[in-house]
T-cell receptor, first 113, second 114 residues
Framework: AQSVTQLDSQVPVFEEAPVELRCNYSSSVSVYLFWYVQYPNQGLQLLLKYLSGSTLVESINGFEAEFNKSQTSFHLRKPSVHISDTAEYFCAVVGSGTYKYIFGTGTRLKVLA | DVKVTQSSRYLVKRTGEKVFLECVQDMDHENMFWYRQDPGLGLRLIYFSYDVKMKEKGDIPEGYSVSREKKERFSLILESASTNQTSMYLC?????????????FGEGSWLTVV
């Protein structure tokens, strides 16, 4: 079985500052990892995902995440945040050969002017 | 673009009513899901369907049932709504299992049971 932990429920950060949202997972099989973003009153949208290959993956809006197998982590980072990045971010894992996507409890990113 | 459409965004129902939440996807996806989202609990899987008329229970199926008569449509049914089923319900779909395919979500349905 897989599990996902997002330790930070809320992260306030000033505009143009860097941010890291933490995600740790556990699994007995190989996994695929995802970050989703949810803006207020909307569904979840894929931000980026790791399937295989390069451990650093990037999104089109400046976010990146690094898969670290030894630390079982997939932290999300952005070097300079904007007000429009204010949203809730969910880390998710699915085990290879399984259907069950396991979501973390989410991290609310609040970007302050 | 993949489109997952949930027909009702906001519903208010009375305790004991039967509630139908409808979801349609336009990408010929095999797999469809119903999740429930609650603050501090993240997303919890209610039911999953991997083909027409096929379904599997998720983590919290109690009090819910589902129907998938056509590939593009997946319905969530609350047989007798209760106040503890007040929540945001998210429908999702994806292609084949097991290869890390992206799961696509609808906009969500806010259900209030009074």
């Amino acid at each position: 079985a897989q599990s996902v932990t997002q330790l930070d429920s809320q992260v306030p950060v000033f505009e143009e500052a860097p941010v890291e949202l933490r995600c740790n997972y556990s699994s007995s099989v190989s996994v695929y990892l995802f970050w989703y973003v949810q803006y207020p009153n909307q569904g979840l949208q894929l931000l980026l995902k790791y399937l295989s290959g390069s451990t650093l993956v990037e999104s089109i809006n400046g976010f990146e995440a690094e898969f670290n197998k030894s630390q079982t982590s997939f932290h999300l980072r952005k070097p300079s945040v904007h007000i429009s990045d204010t949203a809730e971010y969910f880390c998710a894992v699915v085990g290879s050969g399984t259907y069950k996507y396991i979501f973390g409890t989410g991290t609310r990113l609040k970007v302050l002017a | 673009d993949v489109k997952v459409t949930q027909s009702s965004r906001y519903l208010v129902k009375r305790t004991g009513e039967k509630v139908f939440l409808e979801c349609v996807q336009d990408m010929d996806h095999e797999n469809m899901f119903w999740y429930r989202q609650d603050p501090g609990l993240g997303l919890r899987l209610i039911y999953f369907s991997y083909d027409v008329k096929m379904k599997e229970k998720g983590d919290i199926p109690e009090g819910y049932s589902v129907s998938r008569e056509k590939k593009e449509r997946f319905s969530l049914i609350l047989e007798s709504a209760s106040t503890n089923q007040t929540s945001m319900y998210l429908c999702a779909s994806s292609f084949h299992l097991g290869s890390g395919n992206t799961i696509y979500f609808g906009e969500g349905s806010w259900l209030t049971v009074v």
